[in-house]
């Protein structure tokens, strides 16, 4: 078999990926935090707020839906590892 399509390895890579994905998303949003907190121009304009509130919300949402995801695969994983733990 492959070194790249071993099932370890691909599990490697995968766990990296989203260590390495929610790490620069939860980065960005302090650099967002650090941004609103230091602006006085962001704070005294309230029209800039809103756009930045709704996307911010709009970003809640999306990030809610990839975890939905993320918690169904999650449920598959854990009934695949029961199943080999159970052939062993």
């Not at 960005?28 to 309230?46: F, G, H, R, T």
């Not at 509130?53 to 970003?59: G, K, N």
């Not at 990030?63 to 999650?74: G, H, I, K």
Request: hydrophobic residues 40%; charged residues 30%; without cysteine.
């Amino acid at each position: 078999m492959d070194e790249a399509t071993r099932p370890e390895e691909l599990l490697r890579q995968a766990r990296a990926e989203a260590k390495a994905f929610f790490e620069k998303y939860d980065a960005e949003l302090q650099a967002i935090e650090a941004a609103i907190k230091n602006d006085s121009v962001l704070q005294d304009n309230l029209l800039g707020r809103d756009h930045l509130s709704l996307f911010l919300r709009s970003l809640n949402s999306e990030l809610q839906n990839a975890l939905t995801e993320v918690r169904s695969s999650s449920e598959r994983l854990a009934n695949l590892a029961e199943t080999i733990r159970d052939h062993q």
